[in-house]
Nanobody, 113 residues
Framework: QVQLVDSGGGLAQAGGSLRLSCAIS??????IGWYRQAPGKQRELVAV???????NTADSVKGRFTISRDYAKNRVTLQMNNLKVEDTAVYYC?????????WGQGTQVTVSS
C-alpha cells in the first residue's frame, strides 16, 4: 500500500522559515512534491520534481522554497524560507505513480505578519 505522511507545518512569522517533510511508504513515484490550498482557493502546485531531477516550481515561491528528495530514506522535504503571509495554506505531499495521484493528509502552515 502506498502512503504519504506529511509533517512539519506550524506557525511562523513573516520572513521566517519552516521545513515540511513527507515520508513515503514505498518509492515508486515518477513525480513527487508539494501542493497547497489556501482557504477559499483551489489547490495549487508548489514544487514537483520527476525522476530526471527536473523540478516545476510555482513562480510565487521561486527563490524561497526548495524541494529535495532522499531516495535512500524514502523522504521528500520542502524547505521554506522568507515566508510570507500569503504562504498560509494547508500543504499536501503529492506523488504520482503509473498515472495515479496520491496525497498526504495535509499539514497546516500559518504565517503571521
Amino acid at each position: 500500500q502506498v502512503q504519504l505522511v506529511d509533517s512539519g507545518g506550524g506557525l511562523a512569522q513573516a520572513g521566517g522559515s519552516l521545513r515540511l517533510s513527507c515520508a513515503i511508504s514505498r518509492n515508486p513515484f515518477t513525480r513527487i512534491g508539494w501542493y497547497r490550498q489556501a482557504p477559499g482557493k483551489q489547490r495549487e502546485l508548489v514544487a514537483v520534481s520527476n525522476t530526471a531531477g527536473i523540478t516545476n516550481t510555482a513562480d510565487s515561491v521561486k527563490g524561497r522554497f526548495t524541494i529535495s528528495r532522499d531516495y535512500a530514506k524514502n523522504r521528500v522535504t520542502l524547505q521554506m524560507n522568507n515566508l510570507k503571509v500569503e504562504d498560509t495554506a494547508v500543504y499536501y505531499c503529492y506523488g504520482q505513480h503509473q498515472g495515479t495521484d496520491y496525497w498526504g493528509q495535509g499539514t497546516q502552515v500559518t504565517v503571521s505578519s
